[in-house]
C-alpha cells in the first residue's frame, strides 16, 4: 500500500511540475514587442532597440542566445549587434567555441575572443567579471540554452552567482505558428526532461500557444516574431522565417 501512495505522489509531483512549466511562465513574462511582421532582420533588430531605447542606454554588457545550426538566427543577431553598437560600440566580441561558426561568420561578427561557456566557465566566468570591472563594453554569442534564465543552474546563472556578472541577454528561439510545428522546437516542453531544458522549452511552448491564434496567414513579410521580458534584464525573442 506504501508503495501505491509512493507511486502516486510522484505522478502528482510530475504532473504539478508539468502544469507549472505550462502555465507558471505565462504569469511573469512582459510583452515588449507583440506578435508582429518584419521585411527583414534589420527591422527586426531595429523594433528590439526602439523599444528598449532607454534601458539600452545605461548597460554595455550583454549575452544573445541562438539555436545551433539557425543560419537565419545568426543574420538577427548580425542585425541587432550592429544596432546596439550604434550606442556603444563593444570592445570585445565573445563567440563561444561550441557554436562552430564559419570562419566568414566569425568575420562579420568582428570576433575579439571565444570561449568555452560550457566546459571551461571558470575562465568565462574570470574574463567577464574582468571586463564588467573595468568597465569594458562586451557581447557573448552562445546558446540560448546557456543565455536564458528560465534553465535554473546553467552556465548564465552560475555565472551570476560565482562572478557576479550583470549582462542584458537576448535569447533567440524559433516560433512554431502551429501545434504541427512543434515538433521543429529544438528543445520540447516535456514532463520526461533528461537533458535540463524543458523549462526553456515549455517558457517558449507556451507563449507560443498562447499567441499563435492571433497571427495573420495573410500576412505576405518574411519574418514573424515577438518579445517579451522573462528577467529582471532578460528577454525572449521568438522569431519564423517563412
Not at 548597460?59 to 537565419?72: N, V, Y
Not at 571551461?120 to 546558446?143: D, F
Amino acid at each position: 500500500m506504501k508503495t501505491i501512495y509512493w507511486v502516486i505522489g510522484v505522478v502528482v509531483v510530475s504532473v504539478s511540475t508539468f502544469i507549472y512549466l505550462m502555465l507558471g511562465d505565462a504569469q511573469k513574462t512582459v510583452p515588449k514587442i507583440k506578435l508582429s511582421y518584419f521585411a527583414t532582420e534589420a527591422e527586426i533588430a531595429e523594433s528590439v532597440t526602439k523599444i528598449l531605447s532607454q534601458i539600452l542606454q545605461q548597460r554595455s554588457t550583454f549575452w544573445i542566445g541562438i539555436e545551433p545550426d539557425k543560419t537565419e538566427q545568426l543574420e538577427v543577431v548580425l542585425q541587432l549587434k550592429q544596432q546596439l553598437e550604434k550606442t556603444k560600440p563593444f570592445d570585445k566580441v565573445i563567440v563561444d567555441e561550441e557554436l562552430a561558426l564559419s570562419k566568414e561568420w566569425l568575420e562579420k561578427f568582428k570576433v575579439t575572443d571565444s570561449v568555452a561557456v560550457k566546459n571551461n566557465l571558470p575562465a568565462t566566468g574570470e574574463q567577464l567579471a574582468n571586463l564588467e570591472k573595468t568597465g569594458q563594453s562586451y557581447l557573448v554569442i552562445t546558446a540560448s540554452i546557456y543565455s536564458a534564465p528560465t534553465i535554473i543552474g546553467n552556465q548564465l546563472h552560475q555565472l551570476k552567482e560565482k562572478y557576479l556578472i550583470q549582462p542584458t541577454t537576448f535569447s533567440l528561439a524559433f516560433f512554431p505558428t502551429s501545434s504541427e510545428e512543434e515538433k521543429y522546437m529544438l528543445f520540447p516542453c516535456r514532463t520526461e526532461d533528461h537533458s535540463g531544458t524543458a523549462s526553456w522549452g515549455c517558457e517558449v511552448a507556451n507563449k507560443s500557444r498562447f499567441t499563435r491564434r492571433k497571427v495573420d496567414q495573410a500576412n505576405t513579410k518574411p519574418w514573424i516574431g515577438l518579445m517579451d521580458l522573462i528577467g529582471e534584464k532578460d528577454y525572449m525573442i521568438l522569431l519564423k522565417k517563412k
